[in-house]
């Protein structure tokens, strides 16, 4: 008797991007993450598009995706408190503490989280991590003050690399007209801190970990199946 080949990263992700519908509340707007995890995730919920006004999206690549499925995406302003937000992560700690931005759509990521009674994140095993920063951070910033702040990461021993368009010799450009540094070489034992410290820097926007805005569920897509973490 052969053993079953294991699942893929691919498989993974769809796994728990099915197993999160779960969590969608019927007849209460959705908050919708970014990103390939949460791209599974949106295509799943098109089982359940009748049973949801609509949702709150993080990024114009999920807007469209949801639209396409025949999802009503609202503005963010639009709607009061939001019962439940989906959404991927670049790593996760053993406390829901998580750093995000990889699709560089962090800051709006954050704001729709903060907007939100529960986040459910989804990722499969390879993203959780004793300690955060092996990912590279993400930090949103205002492009004048991008090389003052390359200095204040170089201080705390990281490595900031401004984030090129791909192929490109160019800055990417977020969704909200800023540039991004990804930020190497750094170990966060204390991540609410590090959040709170980074956030103030002048010409920060936003920092992508997510400590003040953690996880309270995370569904680990495992070669045994999905892992139900809660924090």
Known sequence: MTSSSPLSQDQLKA??????????????????????????????????????????????????RLQALGIAVFDANAVGEIA???????????????????????TREKIVAAQSRR?????????????????PVPVEVVPMAAQQLVRRFAAMGGTATLRLRKGEDQPLVTDNGQ??????????ADPVRFETEVSQ??????VGVFAHQRAQV??????????????
């Open 201 to 206: 820097w002048p010409g920060v926007v936003t």
């Open 119 to 135: 986040f459910v994140c989804i990722a499969d095993a390879s993203k959780k991590v004793p300690v955060l920063g092996r990912f």
């Open 218 to 231: 995370c569904l680990l897509g495992t070669p045994e199946g999905v892992r139900t973490l809660t924090f």
């Open 15 to 64: 796994l728990v991007g099915r197993a999160a519908l779960a969590y969608v509340v019927p007849g209460e707007i959705l908050g919708v993450g970014t990103g390939s995890t949460v791209n599974c995730f949106i295509d799943a919920l098109a089982d359940l598009r009748d049973r949801i006004p609509g949702a709150v999206s993080s990024s114009e690549a999920s807007t469209a």
């Open 179 to 188: 540039h991004i540094l990804d930020v190497a070489g750094l170990q966060i």
């Open 84 to 106: 439940v937000y989906v959404d991927g992560a670049d790593e996760i700690d053993g406390e829901g503490h998580m750093v995000k931005g990889g699709g560089a759509a962090l």
